[in-house]
């Protein structure tokens, strides 16, 4: 199977302007062709409710609280909508981390976004997906990964230049910088 962006159609969630604009920016260079945006939850839940939305991106800084939003798309609505992936971009904060996991967020892509991390997480989402789950409380993907994603050279962990410490991995320490 081949990652293709430009056959996504991807809501961009986020209440403030700039930051949504800068996601389609984003999100169109990377060869996304369809990209809706929405400000409100009231106007996601619309247009997911009338258009088709392969996959749903959210800030974690969302009307106060985007954990809240996904649990409730997960707990609250049916079908389509229910098992919609969706991609959470996230402050390095461990308790925010785990309660956008539990609250059934896909795919989770550290502050500050960078397109290639932003790529890598979309081509996760498209190549591997998660069956749904809902095991009371849980209702969301799997949170096992079981096929090794085969990854090009490009794409390797060494080949992408990393700034400070993994905030999903606070085991791994910060890569040298050079002088």
Do not use: W
């Amino acid at each position: 199977m081949i990652f293709e962006p430009g056959r996504l159609t991807i809501l961009v969630l986020d209440e403030e302007f700039a930051r949504r604009n800068a996601m389609r920016f984003m999100l169109e260079r990377m060869g996304v062709r369809t990209t809706r945006v929405a400000a409100s939850s009231g106007e996601a839940v619309e247009r997911l409710r009338s258009e088709h939305i392969d996959l749903m991106i959210i800030d974690d800084a969302f009307a106060g609280s985007a954990v809240d939003f996904v649990s409730t798309i997960r707990r609250r609505t049916r079908g389509r909508i229910q098992q919609m992936p969706i991609v959470m971009c996230i402050r390095a904060d461990e308790k925010l981390v785990r309660s956008a996991r539990d609250a059934g967020v896909n795919e989770m892509v550290a502050k500050p976004v960078t397109a290639e991390s932003m790529r890598l997480r979309l081509r996760e989402i498209v190549l591997r997906p998660r069956p749904f789950v809902r095991a009371n409380p849980y209702v969301g993907p799997c949170r096992r990964r079981r096929k090794e994603l085969k990854l090009l050279v490009s794409e390797r962990r060494g080949s992408i230049k990393a700034k400070g410490p993994d905030p999903f991995n606070p085991t791994l320490k910060s890569p040298p910088q050079k002088r």
